[in-house]
């Protein structure tokens, strides 16, 4: 449309042309070098730094951590007034590392055997004994009647007990934590039959009414570098009055525990626990690493 002139005015000259932005290339280079860096550390964090949470590390992963950390755990509870138990490794596949995601854990349980008004002592020992990273201390509540041990063994494998302060029997308990599952990994181990049983745990199960005993063993590597182990019989005949039948066995042994259906003794360096129930006898003779 042509431009209309009033009189006696001047014209007024179009607006100028928009001018086109120039494009800032520097800007653009720095916002790509800038993703290029945090790419490569990350890819560099995944490779070399630990794991933050339990779930960055499968089932496969922790359980020699939770082998070494038995072994500490058993050297550390094991003393020439109590009696020590190493119980088979076990996995609970009951577990959740998210609500819609199974896991798998692996535990096992080293039973402690204390007289009377030893626990606080006991664990106080055993913290104590336990290697300086793995920040074991022993607590009890205000009134002084529950006693507990905690550890960090590294690798999100904890050591835990707790025990009323008049007890004289507690479970240190050497967990994994919830895991993903790994292939590879037998999660149903099958018990292992005993070839070697310590003079010790033969003289007990003597000293029961004869049965066929068909023992079973468990082991863990001791921080020397030795091997503990636990010779267990169970469902052997139990006799009328059990104090009386390990007499002999017993004499001149450290008797820890004299109850009508439970005995533990240290047989030297042998821990012996003698029990029963209906009618069955079980016993378990442990080689520590003493």
């Known amino acids: 449309m042509a431009a209309v002139t009033v009189p006696g005015s001047r014209p007024v000259p179009p607006p100028p042309a928009a001018r086109r932005p120039r494009r800032r290339w520097w800007l653009t280079g720095v916002v790509v070098a800038w993703a290029l860096l945090l790419a490569g550390l990350a890819v560099w964090s995944v490779r070399h730094d630990p794991p933050t949470v339990p779930e960055q590390r499968d089932i496969a992963d922790a359980l020699p951590v939770l082998q070494r950390a038995t072994g500490f755990t058993l050297a550390a509870a094991d003393a020439t007034d109590r009696t020590v138990t190493l119980g088979e490794l076990t996995f609970d596949r009951d577990c959740a590392l998210t609500p819609v995601r199974k896991g798998v854990e692996a535990t096992r349980e080293i039973t402690v055997r204390v007289q009377p008004g030893q626990v606080p002592g006991a664990l106080r020992d055993i913290a104590r ?34 025990a009323d302060s008049d007890a004289t029997v507690f479970t240190l308990l050497v967990s994994t934590g919830c895991r993903p599952v790994a292939a590879g990994v037998d999660l149903d181990p099958a018990p292992r039959a005993a070839t070697e049983m310590p003079p010790a745990f033969t003289a007990a199960v003597r000293a029961l009414p004869a049965t066929a005993v068909r023992a ?33 066995a017993v ?40």
């Open 251 to 290: 004499a001149g042994d450290v008797v820890v525990q004299a109850e009508p259906h439970a005995w533990a003794y240290r047989a030297g360096d042998v821990s012996v626990v003698v029990s029963d129930s209906e009618g069955r006898a079980r016993v378990a003779a442990t080689t520590g690493c003493r």
């Open 216 to 248: 079973t063993t468990t082991e863990v590597t001791c921080p020397s570098g030795g091997t503990a182990r636990t010779v267990t019989a169970d469902d052997l005949t139990a006799p009328a009055d059990l104090g009386r039948a390990l007499r002999d």
């Open 129 to 162: 004994a336990l290697p300086a990273e793995y920040a074991a201390t022993a607590r009890h509540n205000q009134a002084d009647t529950r006693y507990g041990l905690r550890a960090d063994a590294g690798e999100f494998v904890s050591v835990d007990t707790t």
